[in-house]
C-alpha cells in the first residue's frame, strides 16, 4: 500500500517562495507518476504539475506555469514541488497523489494514492 506525507506548507508573504515536499513509502518511488493538486477555499481541487513514471516527463498547470518546477528523488523516495513567486490565489492545501506506472495525468481520476494535504497561505 502506498502512503504519501505532504510537508512544507506555511505562512508566506506574496512573491515568496516554498517548496513543498511528498515523502512515499511502502514501494519505491521508481515506476510512480505523482501529481500535485490543491484546493483553494471555495474551489474544486485542481491539477498544478506532474511528473511521469519515469520522471522524463512533467507537466504544470498554466496557473503555475514558469514558477512551478516539480522534481524527483528516487532514491530519498521523494517528489519536490518549488514554488516561486507565490502570490494571494495560490492560497490552498497542496496535495500529491501517485500513480503507478502512469504518465503523469492532470486528471485526478487518474490517480490511485492521495496524501492528506499541506496548507499554504499566501499573504498581501
Known amino acids: 500500500q502506498v502512503q504519501l506525507v505532504e510537508s512544507g506548507g506555511g505562512l508566506v508573504l506574496s512573491g515568496g517562495s516554498l517548496r513543498l515536499s511528498c515523502a512515499v513509502s511502502?514501494?519505491?518511488?521508481?515506476?510512480?507518476?505523482v501529481g500535485w493538486f490543491r484546493r483553494s477555499p471555495g474551489k474544486e481541487r485542481e491539477f498544478v504539475a506532474a511528473?511521469?513514471?519515469?520522471?522524463?516527463?512533467?507537466s504544470y498547470a498554466d496557473s503555475v506555469k514558469g514558477r512551478a518546477t516539480i522534481s524527483r528523488d528516487n532514491a530519498k523516495k521523494r517528489v519536490d514541488l518549488q514554488m516561486n513567486s507565490l502570490k494571494p490565489e495560490d492560497t490552498a492545501v497542496y496535495y500529491c497523489?501517485?500513480?503507478?506506472?502512469?504518465?503523469?495525468?492532470?486528471?485526478?481520476?487518474?490517480?490511485?494514492?492521495w496524501g492528506q494535504g499541506t496548507q499554504v497561505t499566501v499573504s498581501s
Open positions: 497523489a501517485a500513480d503507478p506506472l502512469g504518465p503523469g495525468s492532470s486528471q485526478q481520476i487518474s490517480y490511485n494514492y
Open positions: 511502502g514501494r519505491t518511488l521508481s515506476g510512480l507518476a
Open positions: 511528473s511521469s513514471w519515469s520522471g522524463t516527463i512533467t
